[in-house]
């Protein structure tokens, strides 16, 4: 078999269609929880904390001279990734948790298949006998 060909059996599944779908949408998440954390929750933590931008907390390493870029370790951007983390994963662990309750639900509202003639039928020999006692 062709590594073209296996490609392309590889790449039509269901399952990679879907791992790209779920890709494009997470990426797309993560760039509103990223704002919603950047522009919406970090601003008034900052307020509270004495009007600090967490984008601009960092450590000078070393000044810039000349040509050369400061070095720099920007903890604040840490600070606000880690709480897009925390969101994110959140929001993830919620949607696991329902998806899973409705599997539950799902499973509950099978009945229990019929049972077979053989069984059925010696049920009815012990409830006969259960009579006779």
Known sequence: MSILK??????????VIDM???????????KIITSF????????????????????LSIVLKEASGSTVPVVIAYGKFIQTVVDFVIVAF???????MINT???????VQPPPEP??????????RDILKEKR
């Open 91 to 97: 929001v993830i662990f919620m949607m696991v948790k």
């Open 6 to 15: 296996e490609f392309k059996e590889f790449a039509v599944k269901g399952n």
């Open 116 to 125: 077979s003639k053989e069984v059925a039928l010696l049920g009815e020999i």
């Open 102 to 108: 409705l599997k539950r639900k799902e499973e509950v």
């Open 37 to 56: 954390v950047g522009d919406v929750i970090m601003p008034p933590i900052g307020l509270l904390v004495g009007g600090i931008d967490f984008t601009k």
């Open 20 to 30: 790209a779908v779920g890709i494009i949408v997470g990426v797309a998440f993560g």
